[in-house]
């Protein structure tokens, strides 16, 4: 058969017979299992002069206007002659003596093959073999993805074994998206249903009763990550396929005689604004059929006793009816839970409500996994907290396969520029500036929702250039002049914060007066800072670091503490001061330090600082008395090690190790860091000129005065102190120092 009705694109401004081409066999074996033609290098660079950026058989061409094929390069052949394996010469009626055929570049139109229908048998007719489908089916989608098939093609391949094989192609079907659907020829890909037919006669061993085709029409062919504005999310959707639908691929029959059951529910959860509800919505775009039903988990509890249950069996009716009516061949029905968390919580745990939510569970469980459970949905639930659900949801046979939306990664952040930028990039209004890797690489931690934010306050600020806001009602808007630029971008960055990112802010109020390298001792404990962080960053053994820095009240602790954080230049840094805590009972207290470290797990790069311990755990010397609850929480999260590939540096500050000694605290700490007082008269010298109060000379005229041992914050108070007296600085400074008895702590 040939294909009909079809154009060769011809080579631009070649001549006639630069088209016509001496047919010969190929030179090896392997070549002939190809089902591609092969022409010199010479002749390949001619006529696809990009085609090594190309994937493999997508460099087309046609023979005598009838016959597509892929082309390749080779070295061992002439540059007028083409390389055709026995198998394709029969096809084509070509022949090697005295013979020439015309060869032409072909561009294919989107013609994609939903089915296609093999009948196979031995190469030698009428020898013996044994193959299995599955993997004849397997091999076949890979090494001819994405070549040119049509009715009467008959193709050489060698199946696992070493098992040659004479592959006719029967019939296609083409996809109801492509340009013709009723053409005689398509393009192979992935999902493409392969139905196996043994040849009349054959002695081939193997299974082609029709039964071991996938159902690849349960997918879209032309579903774009991209083009769903999902971005970053690879790896989840190959699990998730994996997982949830590799199974339903596959006929009932294989699936029954192999007693495996169909996964019934998954769980999508992560940090807030990463795309679950996204994802969610667009694997209903993804499948042929019925759309999914989206539902979010408080629009299902009802005021009226028993609605909120019936609720829930509503959701499932659909489904139950239909593997009533049609049993294994029931389609999928696909149920989306948003908000699962708020319907789903753990039973017995709710205090002074009826106990519907626990009824709503028992509900979602029965119609999941109960006595007749149904074995034609797939429900899908999102949560931001999945320590919530409760666990009879999340065990085997229910929700049971748990994906991690987490945030995303540099590649995953350039993807989601890219999809958010698209139409600006389509309309011209993205400036040549701008530059989506490098905001990728800036934006650490930020989720979509929050990337998305940054490019909406981009463009905010290239609309704020067209409004003249003393002439609002007659402005004149000029579209050409719309163009987002990079310092757009820049400044959206610093105003759109990531939830899970540094906070800056809190920096300024711990170091305000900034860090002072008075000397030696300060330069020990600075290298030591850079020591352990670089064995948070590149050490495989511990992944875990908690540091204690000691010292005198005022001796700076804080402040070094927020240095090493912000020099750690982790993308993830939380600050749990006793200031930020005031009011909060003891219960509230523990809930947000463990917040802060479970929000830490959940990227790979974190830090914490917890400061002034003594007065977090609310220690009082008369007594004693401290909160058991908040210190027990302590004990436990300093020692949890992160999950998966996370590190943790903790940075913790105290005046009073002793007391930690007395809890047991101490042990949680294998690095104490002690911050050194000011001792020295060379370091008071530095400080003073460090800090510009005095001149060189007079800083050391004052030094001279200086003959015990001060803290930094001390020091600091001083020398403000004697900057608001009149006259001599360094008198007053020498007053200071002797009259208020400031020396001592």
């Known amino acids: 058969m040939s294909y009909s009705n079809i154009r060769g694109g011809g080579m631009a401004g070649a001549e006639v017979n630069d088209t016509v081409f001496i047919p010969q066999g190929m030179t090896n074996e392997e070549q002939s299992y190809t089902n591609r033609c092969f022409i010199s290098e010479q002749k390949f660079k001619e006529m696809f002069p990009n085609g090594s950026q190309r994937r493999i058989n997508t460099n087309y061409v046609i ?84 070549q040119i098939l049509t009715p009467g093609q008959v193709i050489a391949m060698v199946a ?55 159902k690849s029409n349960m997918f879209k062919i032309d579903w774009d990550f991209e ?167 999340l065990r085997p046979g229910r929700l049971e396969v748990h994906v991690e939306i987490s945030l995303p990664n540099e590649e995953g952040r350039e993807q989601i520029f890219t999809i958010h930028t698209a139409k600006m990039k389509k309309n011209n209004a993205l400036d040549s500036s701008v530059n989506l890797a490098a905001y990728a690489k800036e934006t650490k931690n930020y989720s979509g929702a929050e990337i998305e934010g940054v490019v909406k306050a981009a463009a905010s600020y290239t609309f704020s250039r067209q409004i003249d806001t003393k002439n609002l009602t007659n402005m004149e808007i000029k579209p050409d002049d719309i163009k987002v630029t990079d310092q757009d971008f820049r400044r959206a960055i610093s105003e759109v914060k990531p939830g899970f990112g540094a906070v800056e802010d809190q920096y300024e109020n711990y170091a305000h007066n900034g860090i002072v390298n008075y000397g030696s001792e300060f330069e020990k404990v600075a290298n030591s800072g850079k020591l352990f ?6 050490s495989l053994r511990t992944p875990l670091v908690s540091v204690l820095l000691t010292g005198e009240p005022g001796s700076g602790k804080s402040s070094l503490a927020t240095y090493f954080a912000k020099q750690s230049e982790f993308p993830f840094v939380r600050i749990i001061s006793p200031q930020d805590m005031l009011g909060m009972t003891e219960t509230a207290k523990a809930q947000r330090i463990t917040k802060a470290f479970e929000d830490s797990y959940k990227t790979p790069l974190s830090c914490i600082i917890i400061d002034d311990i003594e007065r977090l755990i609310e220690y009082v010397p008369i007594g004693p008395r401290f909160s058991n609850l908040i210190l027990q929480t302590l004990h436990v999260l300093y020692k949890k090690t992160p999950p998966k590939k996370g590190r943790l540096l903790i940075l913790s500050t105290t005046s009073n190790p002793s007391v930690l000694r007395d809890m047991d605290l101490m042990d949680c700490f294998p690095i104490q860091v002690e911050t050194p007082s000011i001792t020295k008269k060379s370091e008071f010298k530095a400080i003073l000129q460090e800090l510009g109060a005095f001149s060189s000379k007079e800083a050391e005229l ?38 208020f008895q400031l020396k001592h702590i």
């Open 63 to 146: 023979v005598n206007n009838k016959f597509i094929l892929s082309a390749a390069p080779t070295g061992n052949v002439p540059v007028r002659n083409i390389m055709l394996s026995r198998v394709q010469r029969d096809w084509m009626q070509v022949g090697t003596v005295n013979a020439t055929c015309n060869v032409e570049i072909y561009e294919p139109e989107l013609l994609m093959l939903t089915s296609i229908t093999l009948v196979v048998d031995c190469f030698k007719a009428g020898s013996d073999g044994k193959a299995d489908a599955q993997s004849v089916i397997g091999q076949f989608l890979s090494d001819y993805d994405n």
């Open 227 to 393: 083009n769903m504005g999902i971005g970053g999310l690879d790896a989840e959707f190959r699990d998730i396929f994996r997982r949830a639908f590799a199974s339903r691929l596959f006929p009932p029959s294989l699936i029954t005689k192999l007693g495996v059951n169909h996964v019934r529910g998954m769980l999508l959860y992560g940090p807030p604004g990463t795309g679950k509800t996204l994802i969610a919505r667009q694997i209903g775009k993804m499948l042929n059929g019925r759309e999914p039903k989206l539902v979010s988990g408080p629009s299902i509890l009802d005021k009226y006793v028993g609605g909120s249950e019936n609720n829930v069996r509503m959701l499932f009716r659909e489904a139950e009816i239909e593997q009533k009516q049609k049993g294994e061949n029931s389609g999928l029905h696909i149920i989306i839970l948003d908000e699962l968390d708020a319907i789903c919580k753990t039973r017995g745990t709710r205090q002074g409500d009826s106990g519907v939510g626990d009824s709503v569970v028992n509900q979602l469980l029965a119609m999941i996994d109960g006595v007749e459970s149904l074995n034609n949905i797939l429900v899908i639930g999102m949560t931001n907290r999945k320590e919530m659900i409760d666990d009879a949801l």
């Open 160 to 214: 696992f074994g070493n098992q040659p094989l004479r592959l006719k192609v029967e019939k296609i079907q083409l996809s109801p998206d492509s340009s013709n659907p009723k053409g005689t020829f398509g393009m192979l890909s992935g999902i493409t249903q392969i139905l196996l037919v043994k040849a009349e006669g054959s002695r081939l061993d193997i299974e082609t009763n029709g039964d071991l085709s996938l």
């Open 702 to 739: 004052a030094s001279q005065y200086f003959n015990d041992r001060v803290t930094i914050k001390q020091l600091i108070m001083i020398i403000e102190m004697a900057r608001q007296e009149k006259g001599d600085p360094v008198e007053n400074l020498k007053y200071m120092l002797t009259e």
């Open 533 to 538: 962080i670089e064995q948070v960053k590149t």
